[in-house]
């Protein structure tokens, strides 16, 4: 069993920067697949970024490709999102997931957190 801690969440002004964390408890983080996930209000989940544990590809949403980047700490079994020129879009729960495979796939990640807020109003 995994499980994750989403932090980092907040209010933010459009244009800045936040960066989530993700502490993932076990001792088999690293060959884990993690990716971040967001759901606006009234919208469906979108997957946001990926770190593939085979090879250590990963793989950004075209939504947020250029101002968001994925990187993860083996070490201390955490997975980070670094969001930068923040959009008002960009409001939404930020979730991350576990899981065995490779891929944007909501549907294959075994284990989630509780999610973060991330608000980004003037």
């Known amino acids: 069993q995994v499980r994750l801690v989403e932090s980092g969440g907040g209010l933010v002004q459009p244009g800045d920067s936040l960066r989530l964390s993700c502490a993932a408890s076990?001792?088999?983080?690293?060959?884990?697949?993690m990716g971040w996930f967001r759901r606006a209000p009234g919208k469906e989940r979108e997957f946001v970024a990926a770190?593939?544990?085979?090879?250590?590809?990963?793989y950004i949403a075209d939504s947020v490709k250029g101002r968001f980047t994925i990187s993860r700490d083996n070490a201390k079994d955490t997975v980070y999102l670094q969001m930068n020129s923040l959009k008002a879009e960009d409001t939404a729960v930020y979730y991350c997931?576990?899981?065995?495979?490779?891929?944007?796939?909501?549907?294959?990640?075994?284990?989630w957190g509780q999610g973060t807020q991330v608000t980004v109003s003037s």
């Open positions: 076990g001792r088999t983080f690293s060959t884990y697949s």
């Open positions: 770190s593939f544990w085979r090879g250590g590809n990963t």
């Open positions: 997931a576990a899981g065995r495979t490779a891929t944007i796939q909501a549907g294959a990640y075994e284990h």
